[in-house]
């Protein structure tokens, strides 16, 4: 089972940038899946997460109006469009799965802990 983040980089201020994170050796397709961030010294935080089908997203409150996570299920990906980026924003971004919807699918999953499968990382870095 394998997660493969990609899309970071260096943008100004302002920009966007869009992550992938592709999944491979099962389907991720029935379950939660998620983006994190890990700032240098600091936590892993939760950042966005999509129900199942995409049908309900969730994020944190300082990526609220500016990202956006979405999911193609037939390709078992997920993405996070991030717009209007700060330099706040620089981090390495994690994207994470569940094994299944252990508190349902309707529930919104914003701890580490509760995600199952993690993607290496991609570095995000935005100057001022």
């Known amino acids: 089972v394998q997660l493969q983040a990609s899309g970071g980089g260096l943008v100004q201020a302002g920009g966007s940038l869009r992550l992938s994170c592709a999944a491979s050796g099962r389907t991720f397709s029935t379950a939660a899946m998620g983006w994190f961030r890990q700032a240098p010294g600091k936590e892993r935080d939760f950042v966005a997460g999509?129900?199942?089908?995409?049908?309900?997203?969730y994020y944190a409150d300082s990526v609220k109006g500016r990202f956006t996570i979405s999911r193609d299920n037939a390709k078992n990906t997920v993405f996070l469009q991030m717009n209007s980026l700060k330099p706040e924003d620089t981090a390495v971004y994690y994207c994470?799965?569940?094994?299944?919807?252990?508190?349902?699918?309707?529930?919104?999953?914003?701890?580490?802990?509760?995600?199952?499968?993690w993607g290496q990382g991609t570095q995000v870095t935005v100057s001022s």
């Open positions: 999509s129900t199942w089908n995409g049908g309900s997203t």
């Open positions: 994470a799965a569940l094994k299944s919807d252990r508190y349902g699918s309707s529930y919104y999953y914003t701890a580490r802990y509760e995600y199952d499968y």
